[in-house]
């Protein structure tokens, strides 16, 4: 009996004769999803790395809500890692184990355009607050609910975060308590939605282990969270996910929702199209036209650059264009010149940063993209990291950083914002196009807002 007890393998010596990492999380936008490519989300990418990193197969499993989320963790032949956003609480710890941290948040008090603006916590007595089940958002209101027993909240763990931010957003409840990662990337959906204020200090989310003394996975996992911090993997992760999440605005994400709706659909065929002949991205093909014209085909730019996809004449004859203003043929050039120009860039570029460092050339050409690497290079940066030399880019307008290349000056600040604009409208047409679940079969939809197509109320959909 004692050897037994003593030969028992610990966990990630199981994981590793098992060759399969269990991890459960949460369907969500900031944690997980799939779209038609497959897998991804900021939680499915980090922990896709700590998989590979341990040599092992990635098993994703999903949970309800947070209280399953926790039960599930640590059972028998069930996940042993949860990988969902997680802020730590002392009520949590009870339950679980908490890695080192990887992203700070900061609680949000959610409130609709229009009405009276809380500004502090007295304000929420009398307001209709609903808020996830088992979250450490519940934890805050109950505590501050000790102090002013006017406040009254419900829990629900039959919604995501998404369909709170709807509910506030179509008036449905007064008020919600968010992360601040979560409503910065849901904002383009819901234009009414709006931050009242932080309530409390920031916070780190956390991966989280089932509760013992076997620290063979938390160490390997803090291993890994630190070492990716350090190499800058977290940090490119972080801003691929959330470092351009505020570029649209109010009323950007306003308008670009109605455009979705009202322009896209005459258009994306088209899209789709030239993008399958040129093996790209139909949406990220989208997300430039949309960054170009507005889907407008007819417009002109007063330095002579025309149609949907804004070509140059000279670009337009190289890629056979006849008539910039027709929408066909403009989308068309467009998907063959971003190709060209992907084509063209060093081997030593990968992905995501080449298609970055692509759609930085379609702005500015591959020359000033050229100059801005050198410099990276040359101040101790990666030429081939799109973090790196976006950095290095805005020199090209400073005479004593121009004056040292070889094309000289350029508005480059402009191909900063124009790959973080396109990187967001990606996003989205990412999330609503993603095939939806009915039953047991994917639906391959056109647009789906999340939130905002759903027939039925939140409590019938407990999954997104």
């Known amino acids: ?18 060759g399969v990492l269990r991890v459960i999380t949460r369907n969500s936008p900031a944690t997980y999803f799939q779209d038609r490519n497959g897998e991804t989300g900021f939680e499915y990418e980090l922990v896709k790395r700590f998989a590979d990193d341990l040599g092992v197969k990635l098993e994703i499993e999903t949970a309800d809500n947070l209280d399953d989320l926790f039960g599930q963790l640590g059972k028998p032949n069930g996940p042993v890692l949860a990988a969902a956003g997680l802020v730590s609480s002392e009520r949590r710890k009870q339950q679980v184990r908490f890695s080192h941290p990887y992203l700070e948040v900061t609680p949000q008090i959610i409130y609709r355009n229009g009405q009276s603006r809380p500004t502090n916590a007295a304000d929420l007595a009398g307001k209709k607050i609903i808020v996830l089940k088992g979250s450490t958002h519940a934890e805050q209101l109950a505590e501050l609910k000790k102090q002013n027993p006017a406040i009254e909240y419900e829990e629900s763990d039959a919604v995501e975060v998404v369909d709170l931010l709807r509910m506030v957003d179509e008036g449905q409840i007064d008020l919600t308590l968010v992360d601040s990662n979560e409503v910065a990337m849901n904002q383009v959906y819901f234009p009414n939605v709006r931050v009242a204020f932080d309530l409390g200090d920031a916070s780190n989310q956390s991966w989280a282990v089932a509760a013992g003394e076997d620290n063979s996975l938390l160490n390997e996992v803090n291993s890994y969270l630190d070492k990716v911090g350090k190499n800058g993997t977290l940090q490119r992760l972080k801003d691929r996910y959330y470092g351009h999440v505020d570029v649209l605005g109010y009323m950007g994400a306003y308008t670009f929702a109605q455009h979705l709706q009202q322009r896209l659909p005459k258009y994306e065929k088209h899209f789709k199209t030239f993008a399958k002949e040129e093996k790209v991205d139909w949406r990220l093909l989208a997300a430039i036209g949309y960054q170009e014209s507005l889907w407008q085909p007819a ?38 010149y971003l190709a060209k120009i992907k084509d063209e860039l060093d081997d030593d570029i990968a992905e995501p940063d080449r298609t970055w460092f692509a759609l930085a050339a379609y702005n500015v050409g591959t020359g000033h993209l050229d100059d801005a690497r050198k410099l990276a290079q040359k101040d101790g940066l990666n030429p081939n ?7 290095m880019l805005p020199r090209l307008s400073q005479k004593q950083w121009y004056s040292k290349t070889r094309y000289g000056y350029a508005r480059g600040g402009e191909p900063v914002h124009f790959v973080a604009n396109i990187r967001r409208y990606y996003d989205i047409l990412t999330w609503v196009t993603q095939p939806q679940l009915e039953g047991n079969q994917v639906v391959e939809g056109n647009l789906h807002v999340p939130g905002v197509n759903k027939t039925k109320p939140p409590e019938e959909n407990p999954q997104l």
């Open 1 to 18: 009996m004692l050897s037994a007890c003593v030969d028992k393998p610990s966990t990630l010596e199981r994981i590793k004769e098992d």
């Open 299 to 336: 417009v002109t730019s007063k330095t002579g650059v025309r149609g949907l996809m804004m070509l140059t004449q000279n670009t337009a004859q190289a890629m056979g264009v006849s008539n910039r203003l027709d929408a066909k043929q403009s989308i068309m050039g467009g998907a063959k």
């Open 385 to 391: 990291k799109w973090l790196d030399v976006k950095k």
